[in-house]
């Protein structure tokens, strides 16, 4: 019978269905001619709704282990639950109902339009045609495509992180609780990578699906993790626990040795300038009368007054002598506000815009762009000490 794959009503609000736990017991798969397993009796529960990395050396079973939860590899041995049901004998075209699949290099077949790619698993399942154009659609806003211009396009004519964003629509084009991702950013550039990885975040922010990851990169997983499973050969666990925990307390020589050193800068990419404490500093809009800005200049600890623009976003920084040698003009006076960050950036972006500005002081903003704050070099000192004086004490998230 085909299913109608109602996402909206099916369960978890207005975002469609949310995560289900997986439990993996005992799993284990043994390929024909080799002596040692590749994957070697692994028990791991994953909570409903969290992202779990499995993060390990190149060939330490990391892909195997994530290929049997969708039984794209078949287990030798052990067992897979999902919502406590036991998937490990279920029909493959059911358990993808429940598994969505992502993949380095997206895995798009490139004689198909995006809109087609999308649309291959509710087609699978049997959708009626109207909704699965819808589901494309909304599929396609989700990841930041737009459909106009996107839907009708073959794989080839996208950059590689379009590409990845359309395969990570298709992963979830059937709603399902959980999602699997195989190094899907493994093959972008740097700079595409992190803007893909905070995507990431952002949507799984909105969609609490269950999210297991692959990846060799522990600064992707320190990024994307709500909980690490460090793997050593055959998938050993050698540690699970969070970001922090790990960084913090290695449990061995083997994670310790994974997490290598600057494990305080690593700390960095977890937090988000909206948990730190910001400042403010003496603002003064494009119409603040003179007199005003002299006296908010004389109350100034650092002497300095931001100048914001008519949407009250940072604009120039104002010094005494500025005003004097622009002979009052606003719109001349005082160096251009060049860089800034958003409450949603990390503390590394956060250091890298402090370390790059000659005063050492950056400007956080808002959702708009608006004037949220200020962040200095002491300010970020004391909040990185108080950081990492929580996590020695066994500091959770
Ligand atoms: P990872 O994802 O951590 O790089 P894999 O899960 O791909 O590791 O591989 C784990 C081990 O299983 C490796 O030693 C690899 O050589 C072996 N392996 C993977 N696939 C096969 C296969 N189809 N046949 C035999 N051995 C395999």
């Given at each position: 019978m085909p299913e109608n794959g109602g996402s909206g009503d099916s369960g978890g609000g207005d975002r469609g269905t949310h995560g289900a736990s997986i439990e993996l017991e005992n799993l284990t798969k043994r390929y024909p001619d080799s002596p040692?397993?590749?994957?070697?009796?692994?028990?791991?529960?994953?909570?409903?709704?969290?992202?779990?990395?499995?993060?390990?050396?190149?060939?330490?079973?990391?892909?195997?282990?994530?290929?049997?939860?969708?039984?794209?590899?078949?287990?030798?041995?052990?067992?897979?639950?999902?919502?406590?049901?036991?998937?490990?004998?279920?029909?493959?075209?059911?358990?993808?109902?429940?598994?969505?699949?992502?993949?380095?290099?997206?895995?798009?077949?490139?004689?198909m339009t995006v809109a087609q790619n999308i649309a291959l698993v509710p087609r699978m399942l049997g959708?009626?045609?109207?909704?699965?154009?819808?589901?494309?659609?909304?599929?396609?806003?989700?990841?930041?495509?737009?459909?106009?211009?996107?839907?009708?396009?073959?794989?080839?004519?996208l950059s590689g992180g379009q590409q990845q964003r359309?395969?990570?629509?298709?992963?979830?084009?059937?709603?399902p609780p959980v999602l699997l991702m195989d190094e899907p950013f493994g093959a972008v550039d740097p700079i595409t990578r992190e803007h893909l990885q905070d995507e990431l975040v952002r949507l799984q922010t909105e969609l609490r699906k269950t999210i297991v990851f692959v990846t060799h990169d522990l600064d992707e997983a320190i990024r994307l993790g709500d909980r690490i499973a460090v793997?050593?050969?055959?998938?050993?666990?050698?540690?699970?626990?969070?970001?922090?925990?790990?960084?913090?307390?290695?449990?061995d020589d083997f994670v310790s040795g994974f997490v290598g050193s600057g494990a305080a800068l690593k700390r960095l990419s977890l937090t988000r300038v909206r948990d730190v404490r910001i400042t403010g500093c003496p603002t003064a809009g494009v119409d603040t009368p003179l007199p005003q800005i002299f006296g908010r200049l004389r109350?100034?600890?650092?002497?300095?007054?931001?100048?914001?623009?008519?949407?009250?976003?940072?604009?120039?920084?104002?010094?005494?002598?500025?005003?004097?040698?622009?002979?009052?003009?606003?719109?001349?006076?005082?160096?251009?506000?060049?860089?800034?960050?958003?409450?949603?950036?990390?503390l590394r972006d956060?250091?890298?815009?402090?370390?790059?500005?000659?005063?050492?002081?950056?400007?956080?903003?808002?959702?708009?762009?608006?004037?949220?704050?200020?962040?200095?070099?002491?300010?970020?000192?004391?909040?990185?000490?108080?950081?990492?004086?929580?996590?020695?004490?066994?500091?959770?998230?």
């Amino acid at each position: 019978m085909p299913e109608n794959g109602g996402s909206g009503d099916s369960g978890g609000g207005d975002r469609g269905t949310h995560g289900a736990s997986i439990e993996l017991e005992n799993l284990t798969k043994r390929y024909p001619d080799s002596p040692d397993p590749a994957v070697d009796n692994v028990n791991l529960r994953i909570r409903a709704g969290e992202t779990v990395v499995l993060v390990g050396p190149s060939g330490c079973g990391k892909s195997t282990t994530l290929k049997m939860i969708n039984r794209l590899i078949e287990p030798t041995g052990g067992r897979i639950r999902i919502d406590g049901e036991d998937v490990t004998g279920m029909d493959p075209v059911r358990l993808r109902r429940k598994v969505g699949y992502a993949i380095q290099s997206s895995g798009l077949f490139p004689h198909m339009t995006v809109a087609q790619n999308i649309a291959l698993v509710p087609r699978m399942l049997g959708w009626p045609k109207a909704r699965i154009r819808e589901r494309v659609e909304e599929m396609l806003h989700l990841v930041g495509l737009d459909p106009g211009e996107f839907r009708g396009r073959y794989p080839r004519r996208l950059s590689g992180g379009q590409q990845q964003r359309v395969g990570v629509a298709r992963a979830l084009a059937a709603d399902p609780p959980v999602l699997l991702m195989d190094e899907p950013f493994g093959a972008v550039d740097p700079i595409t990578r992190e803007h893909l990885q905070d995507e990431l975040v952002r949507l799984q922010t909105e969609l609490r699906k269950t999210i297991v990851f692959v990846t060799h990169d522990l600064d992707e997983a320190i990024r994307l993790g709500d909980r690490i499973a460090v793997l050593r050969e055959r998938s050993h666990i050698a540690q699970f626990d969070t970001p922090q925990a790990i960084l913090a307390n290695p449990a061995d020589d083997f994670v310790s040795g994974f997490v290598g050193s600057g494990a305080a800068l690593k700390r960095l990419s977890l937090t988000r300038v909206r948990d730190v404490r910001i400042t403010g500093c003496p603002t003064a809009g494009v119409d603040t009368p003179l007199p005003q800005i002299f006296g908010r200049l004389r109350g100034s600890r650092t002497k300095e007054v931001l100048l914001l623009d008519r949407q009250r976003r940072p604009w120039r920084w104002l010094r005494r002598g500025d005003l004097v040698r622009a002979r009052g003009s606003l719109a001349r006076a005082g160096t251009p506000v060049r860089s800034t960050v958003t409450r949603d950036a990390t503390l590394r972006d956060l250091l890298e815009a402090v370390l790059t500005d000659r005063a050492g002081r950056v400007a956080v903003t808002g959702r708009d762009g608006e004037y949220a704050g200020v962040v200095d070099v002491d300010g970020l000192m004391d909040s990185v000490h108080e950081l990492l004086e929580g996590d020695a004490r066994g500091g959770r998230r």
